[in-house]
């Protein structure tokens, strides 16, 4: 008996420490149990980036992207794209045409151009894309405005070049569309022809030899282009066609609806601009409303806006304009209301609407109601034709005579009877008393300066 105590007594602590052992076993294997299923490996990364580079056929276009920096932009998971990509044989397509080796040959502005030219900002499955232009991430010539594509979903093509072949692959952070060529960044002029709206556009510019003025990158410009209803209306309205028209008719119609700056939507204000038109070697004057919209001369409405090109922007119009006549610049303007029903009562509009030159001096509305106070008459039905011959007369001057080249002295009017005094030491004045306080609107067969006063002879 006391040998089993000795015994028990020396071996208890081992006991003891096995018994610890097996319980610090089993309660980590009850820990584990607790822990429920093993957890899941991260799920694999799918962007735009990603897909492209699992895909063998986009293996040019993966290497382009990697050359300019743009792989990781595209696999940004926190970004929303919509990516027209083109495959191995559209690239060699391109290489084939512009007589390039391999990628090396273009230069890193170019192709990063190129390449953000087919990349949509937000994620647009086919179905919700419609004909139109969609803004690229391609920086256009104006800060804060891509470069535009027009899409024809009719066709299924891209600028009237590349063809969508596929449609649809989900990525992490967008969509990608298949298509069989490299598109390029387009000209106003390119822009024009890639529309079938605007055709009969092209086929005048295309008469008028214009193409090539209109496709200088080394120049911006602003097209205010008229669809083929627009020119279907002025054809039928002049009893013409196209054939009919002399190039220098068509040139002179043409660039009155060019500006020579880019100008997009938001940007663009009333009054009087300048266009690439001229007459008497200065730009004839286009007159822009935007009360309630976009309005040139009062007669054509701007329908669609920011076709951005590389060398400028296009807004499309529905009605061609014409340069105007001195007498148009009145009609068209609401504050020569009066002026015109004088001109008009006068039987002056044939003669202001000829030849020329004429350099007008045309008083406002305003000036003409303070005559009428002074004189203590209704209006225009008080005067007769005769009354107003001479003084209208006394507003006309010889010649196209812009305001840079007044000087101080008198000038002979049509009125021979009268001489006008002017004098520029502090603005224009004509008389002593009367304001130019808008000077040189410039018509196809004259000038028009805007005055505060009716000039008396």
């Not at 690239?91 to 949509?120: C, R």
């Not at 692959?169 to 298949?178: A, K, L, M, Q």
């Not at 602003?222 to 220098?248: C, I, Q, R, Y």
Request: charged share 20%; aromatic share 6%.
């Amino acid at each position: 008996m006391k040998r089993f105590t000795d015994f028990l007594g020396k071996n208890l602590w081992v006991m003891m420490l096995l018994l610890s052992v097996s319980l610090v076993s089993v309660s980590c294997d009850d820990d584990d149990d607790d822990s429920g299923e093993e957890e899941p490996m991260p799920e694999e990364s799918m962007t735009i980036t990603d897909v492209a580079v699992g895909n063998a056929d986009f293996s040019i276009l993966v290497a382009a992207l990697q050359k300019v920096g743009l792989a990781d932009d595209l696999a940004d998971e926190k970004a929303s794209y919509t990516v027209f990509a083109p495959t191995n044989a559209a690239f060699a397509d391109l290489l084939s045409e512009l007589g390039a080796s391999g990628l090396d040959d273009i230069s890193n502005e170019v192709l990063t151009s190129v390449l953000l030219y087919h990349v949509v900002s937000g994620s647009k499955k086919a179905s919700m894309i419609e004909t139109g232009y969609y803004s690229s991430l391609s920086a256009g010539p104006k800060d804060g405005y891509g470069l535009s594509l027009y899409i024809d979903m009719e066709m299924a093509k891209i600028n009237n070049r590349a063809k969508i072949t596929a449609t649809d692959i989900e990525t992490d952070n967008g969509i990608i569309h298949v298509i069989d060529k490299v598109i390029l960044p387009m000209s106003i002029t390119d822009h024009a022809i890639a529309n079938p709206a605007f055709s009969s556009l092209v086929a005048g510019v295309s008469k008028a030899d214009l193409a090539g003025a209109l496709d200088d990158d080394m120049s911006m410009f602003t097209v205010f282009a008229p669809t083929n209803d627009a020119f279907d209306m002025f054809f039928s309205e002049l009893g013409v066609s196209l054939d009919d028209l002399s190039k220098e008719t068509l040139s002179s119609v043409i660039l009155y609806h060019a500006l020579g700056d880019v100008v997009p939507a938001a940007m663009v204000e009333s009054g009087y601009f300048p266009t690439l038109s001229t007459a008497y070697d200065r730009a004839i004057s286009v007159k822009v409303d935007t009360d309630g919209g976009v309005m040139l001369n009062s007669d054509s409405e701007v329908i669609a806006t920011d076709v951005v090109a590389t060398n400028g922007i296009i807004h499309a119009i529905n009605k061609v304009i014409m340069p105007p006549t001195v007498v148009d610049i009145a009609i068209d303007n609401s504050s020569f209301s009066i002026l015109v029903e004088a001109v008009v009562k006068a039987d002056l509009a044939g003669v202001l609407s000829g030849e020329g030159a004429f350099t007008v001096f045309a008083p406002t509305n305003d000036a003409f109601e303070a005559l009428f106070e002074a004189l203590n008459i209704s209006g225009i039905d008080a005067l007769t034709k005769e009354d107003l011959i001479p003084i209208l007369l006394a507003h006309v001057v010889d010649g196209n005579v812009a305001s840079t080249s007044l000087s101080n002295g008198d000038v002979p009017t049509l009125n021979t009877d009268k001489k006008l005094m002017v004098n520029i030491d502090n603005g224009v004045t004509i008389d002593g008393s009367i304001n130019v306080v808008l000077a040189d609107i410039q018509g196809k067969n004259g000038i028009v300066h805007v005055i505060d006063k009716v000039i008396v002879p």
